[in-house]
Structures are given as structure tokens and as C-alpha cells.
């Protein structure tokens, strides 16, 4: 086996050390960093959110392997970096306010960050202001807004229109996504984009954008 099939095996399998190592064995066998990343980590989610839409991977096995690729992602980061090697797009997400959840949204930007994005967490309980300073000062291609309770919903449409009234709506796609939230709730408040769980959000993403 090579040293990307060990790599891709360790994030599959969420062994966060030997995905360590792996990535230390290429970067010094010479790899260039974008082939250890689009073969290695890259490949690996994507057969990760293939298992997990095929039932064969639950929630847990997804964030235990999402850890082991972010584990590897942190070593590639800086040659990545040096080889001038551009991400995918970059995303801003957050949990909006009033809703403390942050599972489902942490998984969601280890999936997006292994599908090849830039990004920017803003953690929990997200005002729409903050939602609006987060676009001005990084520039995303996309806006990811989480919810887990009913009566935090509302806070979605509230940024989405804090985001037109200053001017940034035509600038980013915005993705919705949590437990109570619908395509059609989605629709109704302007979304751009719906995800029903972490693997389709990785996928709808690079929709939107590319």
C-alpha cells in the first residue's frame, strides 16, 4: 500500500495519529502538498460522506473521522500554504443567535474543510450583525447558518436580511441546515442553498459556488 492508500485509510477509519504520521511520511517522501490533500484527506471524506449516505456511517463515526482528517489537515496546512495551494472557495459559519448547539455545525465545517474550503467559525449564538462584519472583513464565497431549535429559526431570515441591508446579499450564497429546518422553510426565507446533514452540506456547497 502506499503512503496516500495508508492516509486515506487512517482518515477513514479515524485514527487521528496514523493520520499523522502518514501526512509526515509524504510530505517526506516528497508528495507535493495539493496531491496529499486531494488524494489523501480530500478522497477520504468524500468515501466518509459516501458511507454515511449509504447508512453504513452514523454521526459519530463521521466526527471521529472528520477529527483524524482535521489532525492532518493542521500539519498540511503550512506547506499547502508555501506550494501556494488556493482552497476550494471559503465559508463563514456560525450558530445562530439564541442557540447554543454546536455539533452538528462543528461537523459541518470539518466536512466542508475536507472537502477543500477556507473555514471561518464563528462559534454559537451568531447575532445577524456578526453574521454582516464576518462577510465585510474575510470576503466568503458562502454564508452557513445552523439551528438546532424551532424558535431560533426566525434568527436565519433576520441575517439573510441584515445581509441585504448592508448591501452583502448579492456577494455570498447563504446555506441553512439543522434538525427542525425543511427545503421549503429554506425557500420561504431566501436561502440559496438547503442541507439536510453534514455530508450533503460538503456537496451542496461546492454547488453553489462552482
Not at 463563514?92 to 471561518?120: C, P, R, S, W, Y
Not at 464576518?134 to 447558518?145: D, F, T, Y
Amino acid at each position: 500500500m502506499s503512503v496516500l492508500d495508508d492516509l486515506r485509510r487512517g482518515v477513514i477509519d479515524g485514527n487521528a495519529l496514523g493520520v499523522q504520521d502518514s501526512v509526515k511520511q509524504a510530505i517526506g517522501e516528497g508528495l507535493p502538498p495539493d496531491k496529499i490533500l486531494n488524494e489523501g484527506l480530500i478522497s477520504a471524506m468524500a468515501e466518509v460522506g459516501r458511507l454515511f449516505e449509504n447508512g453504513e456511517y452514523f454521526v459519530p463515526e463521521m466526527l471521529i473521522a472528520a477529527r483524524a482528517m482535521k489532525a492532518g489537515l493542521g500539519l498540511l496546512r503550512p506547506h499547502l500554504a508555501a506550494a501556494n495551494v488556493r482552497a476550494l472557495g471559503k465559508v463563514v459559519i456560525g450558530t445562530v443567535q439564541g442557540d447554543l448547539h454546536d455539533i452538528g455545525k462543528n461537523l459541518v465545517g470539518m466536512m466542508l474543510e475536507g472537502a477543500g474550503f477556507e473555514v471561518i467559525d464563528l462559534g454559537t449564538d451568531v447575532s445577524p450583525n456578526k453574521f454582516v462584519d464576518a462577510v465585510k472583513e474575510h470576503q466568503p464565497n458562502l454564508v452557513g447558518c445552523s439551528a438546532l431549535l424551532t424558535t431560533t429559526m426566525p434568527r436565519m431570515k433576520a441575517t439573510i436580511e441584515a445581509l441585504k441591508e448592508a448591501g452583502l446579499r448579492e456577494r455570498v450564497k447563504v446555506m441553512v441546515g439543522g434538525a427542525p429546518l425543511t427545503d421549503k422553510y429554506a425557500s420561504e426565507i431566501g436561502a440559496d442553498v438547503y442541507a439536510p446533514d453534514a455530508s450533503s452540506a460538503a456537496t451542496r456547497a461546492k454547488q453553489a459556488i462552482l
